[in-house]
């Protein structure tokens, strides 16, 4: 028998119990499903993860301050500042796999307008800051090299910042808005960033000069750089280098004696993204895996049927062996019928399980990313489940003795 | 030679089957020698017990001989594996069974394909000759029928259909009259007969002594052992006659 008359046998012979063989098909269905359901999810937990990582910046490292230690309580990094202005300005010209560095001064102080305030982040930066952020203005201009130098008394807004003193979608550029009591200058509102990956809220915010800052926010200019150094590598494969660049030049500078502590930390911002998506990953395997059981437990599903199903044909069987049907015959018929009922399963499960996939993916706010070869993997592990399963069945009706199944009542 | 006898197509020598059950053996068949010709009809009688399934068993290839030897159509079958047998029974036997036997759910001309589909005939073909097959047992507008929507007698015409479409040598019918009303039993007589004018060999089990008159030898077996063998000038199965008597 051709495989086309083989596969045509088996279908009819299912199509004749159509609700057992439906019911025989669930277990694979719900496994394949899960599967496919549970590696998308975890494919887009994994893209969202990534996507807020890159929201922060591209090929971000992060320089802190080293830490204060007095009377035996150590302060934690950027307590002590040991980053010099001098320290930025040799980062920028020395470390070849640096392509932008800026400083980031933070404070928190009331944001005051005509008739509303808002207490925020303010931030003074330069611009290289908005490159490395990835990061521009939505109106407005962003702060320049001149407003550096000339300490100018402007500012950027964030849009949380925009909505909580003008209102949603208001534009304000040109107004004033007061911050410890100097009036400043609304140049520019800033794109909207959205939330970090540890769910902070980037839109909260106020840019000023960092020379600006020293000034007003912090009163006087200062040796030190009280906040950190945002630097952005050059490339995603130079992120190691510029780190490594970067610490031998500050323990150069800081005359570090070989082998002490550094003054210095730095944070590697992709080494966290890799992380946290690993994290994802490993959840998202586990879940599959449990899915994977279930497509096991389907399967053996299937032979408990198909064994019950060569029970009952038993006579069949002797007929169709004493005109002719050789044991491999009646083997192919079964385990064609079996692999038919598990790859059916898995087609099924497949739909369902992008529906699913999607579904949740749209209650979480999730994108949804469908992995190929995931769907091929697990189409054809239902088919190696239907064979593994159908085999013992199969096997078992291709032996029995034509006269005894003749026999059969 | 001067004189040409032809080959008979059943050899059986000296053939003994024994069947283990738990500890004690069974002596199925114990020293059967037999020839039979083409073209024969052979009713094979005898009480229950008596071995005659056993070697209806053997002669259809569906079981191997413990001893002996058993050659068919020239070829020696007791050694032969399943594959092969399976192949026989397909090409050289056609089977007909007391209850039909039948595939349920299944129309009269695809259950007649079913041995074509075995030897690998194409669709096509396969259809053409399982159609021939049916308008030779007189049942040519019933194709596509159910088994359940068919009379005893039909049922059992598709069944000899399904035997002959692979033009077999020798059928093996197991008390194909069994089921039958005793006019429907001579219809179906009438129709073996009529196979048997084309050269087809029939081997008739059956324990019914009216039904083994329309054979042309009769085999009786006791207790493993053939007891008598005699011919006999067949009855013609006249259907027209037996309405009267029914």
Same mark, same amino acid.
């Given at each position: 028998?051709?495989?086309?008359?083989?596969?045509?046998?088996?279908?009819?012979?299912?199509?004749?119990?159509?609700?057992?063989?439906?019911?025989?098909?669930?277990?694979?269905?719900?496994?394949?499903?899960?599967?496919?359901?549970?590696?998308?999810?975890?494919?887009?937990?994994?893209?969202?993860?990534?996507?807020?990582?890159?929201?922060?910046?591209?090929?971000?490292?992060?320089?802190?301050?080293?830490?204060?230690?007095?009377?035996?309580?150590?302060?934690?990094?950027?307590?002590?500042?040991?980053?010099?202005?001098?320290?930025?300005?040799?980062?920028?010209?020395?470390?070849?796999?640096?392509?932008?560095?800026?400083?980031?001064?933070?404070?928190?102080?009331?944001?005051?307008?005509?008739?509303?305030?808002?207490?925020?982040?303010?931030?003074?930066?330069?611009?290289?800051?908005?490159?490395?952020?990835?990061?521009?203005?939505?109106?407005?201009?962003?702060?320049?090299?001149?407003?550096?130098?000339?300490?100018?008394?402007?500012?950027?807004?964030?849009?949380?910042?925009?909505?909580?003193?003008?209102?949603?979608?208001?534009?304000?550029?040109?107004?004033?808005?007061?911050?410890?009591?100097?009036?400043?200058?609304?140049?520019?509102?800033?794109?909207?960033?959205?939330?970090?990956?540890?769910?902070?809220?980037?839109?909260?915010?106020?840019?000023?000069?960092?020379?600006?800052?020293?000034?007003?926010?912090?009163?006087?200019?200062?040796?030190?750089?009280?906040?950190?150094?945002?630097?952005?590598?050059?490339?995603?494969?130079?992120?190691?280098?510029?780190?490594?660049?970067?610490?031998?030049?500050?323990?150069?500078?800081?005359?570090?004696?070989?082998?002490?502590?550094?003054?210095?930390?730095?944070?590697?911002?992709?080494?966290?993204?890799?992380?946290?998506?690993?994290?994802?990953?490993?959840?998202?395997?586990?879940?599959?895996?449990?899915?994977?059981?279930?497509?096991?437990?389907?399967?053996?599903?299937?032979?408990?049927?198909?064994?019950?199903?060569?029970?009952?044909?038993?006579?069949?069987?002797?007929?169709?062996?004493?005109?002719?049907?050789?044991?491999?015959?009646?083997?192919?018929?079964?385990?064609?019928?079996?692999?038919?009922?598990?790859?059916?399963?898995?087609?099924?499960?497949?739909?369902?399980?992008?529906?699913?996939?999607?579904?949740?993916?749209?209650?979480?706010?999730?994108?949804?990313?469908?992995?190929?070869?995931?769907?091929?993997?697990?189409?054809?592990?239902?088919?190696?489940?239907?064979?593994?399963?159908?085999?013992?069945?199969?096997?078992?009706?291709?032996?029995?003795?034509?006269?005894?199944?003749?026999?059969?009542? | 030679?001067?004189?040409?006898?032809?080959?008979?197509?059943?050899?059986?020598?000296?053939?003994?089957?024994?069947?283990?059950?738990?500890?004690?053996?069974?002596?199925?068949?114990?020293?059967?020698?037999?020839?039979?010709?083409?073209?024969?009809?052979?009713?094979?009688?005898?009480?229950?017990?008596?071995?005659?399934?056993?070697?209806?068993?053997?002669? +259809?290839? &569906? =079981?191997?001989? %413990?001893?002996?030897?058993?050659?068919?159509?020239? @070829? *020696?079958?007791?050694?032969?594996?399943?594959?092969?047998?399976?192949?026989?029974?397909?090409?050289?036997?056609?089977?007909?069974?007391?209850?039909?036997?039948?595939?349920?759910?299944?129309?009269?001309?695809?259950?007649?394909?079913?041995?074509?589909?075995?030897?690998?005939?194409?669709?096509?073909?396969?259809?053409?000759?399982?159609?021939?097959?049916?308008?030779?047992?007189?049942?040519?507008?019933?194709?596509?029928?159910?088994?359940?929507?068919?009379?005893?007698?039909?049922?059992?015409?598709?069944?000899?259909?399904?035997?002959?479409?692979?033009?077999?040598?020798?059928?093996?019918?197991?008390?194909?009259? +069994?089921? &039958? =009303?005793?006019? %429907?039993?001579?219809?179906?007589?009438?129709?073996? @007969? *009529?196979?048997?004018?084309?050269?087809?060999?029939?081997?008739?089990?059956?324990?019914?002594?009216?039904?083994?008159?329309?054979?042309?030898?009769?085999?009786?077996?006791?207790?493993?052992?053939?007891?008598?063998?005699?011919?006999?000038?067949?009855?013609?199965?006249?259907?027209?006659?037996?309405?009267?008597?029914?």
């Amino acid at each position: 028998m051709s495989v086309f008359q083989v596969l045509r046998v088996a279908i009819r012979a299912l199509m004749r119990n159509k609700l057992r063989s439906f019911l025989t098909t669930l277990g694979v269905i719900i496994g394949v499903s899960a599967v496919i359901a549970m590696v998308a999810i975890g494919e887009g937990a994994k893209a969202k993860v990534a996507e807020a990582f890159a929201s922060m910046g591209s090929n971000l490292l992060i320089v802190l301050s080293g830490s204060t230690s007095a009377g035996g309580a150590r302060g934690g990094f950027g307590s002590l500042p040991t980053l010099t202005w001098d320290d930025l300005k040799a980062i920028r010209a020395e470390c070849s796999a640096v392509r932008y560095a800026a400083p980031q001064l933070r404070s928190s102080a009331s944001v005051i307008s005509e008739d509303q305030n808002w207490g925020t982040s303010i931030n003074g930066i330069s611009p290289e800051f908005f490159a490395i952020k990835d990061w521009s203005v939505a109106s407005g201009v962003n702060i320049a090299q001149s407003d550096i130098e000339g300490a100018t008394k402007v500012v950027v807004l964030g849009q949380t910042v925009v909505e909580k003193l003008y209102g949603p979608s208001a534009d304000p550029v040109g107004q004033t808005v007061r911050i410890k009591n100097f009036p400043f200058q609304i140049i520019g509102v800033a794109e909207r960033k959205g939330q970090t990956a540890l769910g902070q809220d980037q839109d909260d915010v106020v840019f000023m000069p960092y020379s600006t800052f020293q000034a007003k926010i912090q009163g006087g200019l200062q040796k030190f750089i009280s906040g950190i150094i945002m630097v952005s590598a050059t490339g995603s494969d130079d992120i190691d280098r510029a780190e490594k660049q970067i610490s031998n030049l500050l323990r150069d500078r800081h005359h570090l004696p070989i082998g002490g502590d550094d003054d210095f930390s730095i944070r590697n911002l992709t080494e966290m993204a890799n992380a946290q998506e690993e994290g994802v990953s490993t959840i998202t395997s586990l879940l599959a895996s449990i899915a994977l059981v279930s497509l096991l437990v389907g399967g053996i599903g299937i032979m408990n049927i198909m064994l019950v199903s060569v029970t009952e044909r038993t006579r069949e069987i002797g007929i169709r062996m004493a005109i002719g049907a050789r044991p491999r015959d009646v083997m192919a018929q079964f385990l064609v019928e079996a692999l038919t009922l598990s790859f059916f399963g898995g087609v099924i499960g497949v739909l369902l399980g992008l529906l699913g996939a999607n579904r949740l993916a749209d209650h979480f706010g999730w994108p949804v990313l469908v992995r190929l070869d995931i769907v091929v993997i697990a189409v054809s592990f239902s088919g190696l489940v239907g064979v593994v399963f159908g085999l013992y069945p199969a096997i078992k009706a291709a032996r029995l003795d034509p006269i005894d199944a003749l026999r059969f009542e | 030679m001067a004189q040409v006898t032809p080959a008979p197509l059943i050899e059986v020598d000296h053939v003994a089957k024994v069947y283990r059950m738990g500890d004690v053996e069974v002596h199925a068949l114990r020293d059967v020698s037999l020839t039979i010709a083409e073209a024969e009809s052979v009713a094979i009688m005898g009480p229950s017990g008596s071995g005659k399934s056993t070697l209806m068993n053997v002669l +259809g290839c &569906l =079981d191997r001989p %413990t001893r002996g030897s058993y050659r068919l159509a020239g @070829q *020696e079958v007791s050694k032969l594996d399943r594959n092969t047998l399976a192949k026989l029974r397909n090409r050289t036997l056609g089977f007909v069974f007391q209850s039909f036997n039948l595939l349920s759910r299944t129309s009269a001309v695809e259950n007649v394909e079913l041995p074509l589909l075995y030897a690998g005939v194409s669709g096509r073909e396969r259809h053409r000759r399982a159609r021939e097959a049916l308008e030779r047992v007189g049942l040519g507008d019933r194709a596509h029928h159910h088994s359940n929507q068919m009379s005893g007698g039909q049922q059992q015409r598709v069944a000899i259909a399904r035997a002959l479409v692979m033009k077999p040598h020798l059928m093996v019918a197991d008390e194909p009259t +069994g089921n &039958l =009303d005793s006019r %429907t039993s001579v219809e179906i007589m009438a129709l073996f @007969q *009529e196979l048997g004018r084309t050269g087809i060999t029939l081997l008739l089990v059956t324990h019914e002594s009216d039904i083994a008159r329309y054979a042309s030898r009769v085999v009786v077996m006791r207790d493993g052992l053939v007891q008598s063998d005699r011919r006999q000038v067949p009855l013609v199965a006249d259907p027209a006659a037996a309405q009267g008597v029914a």
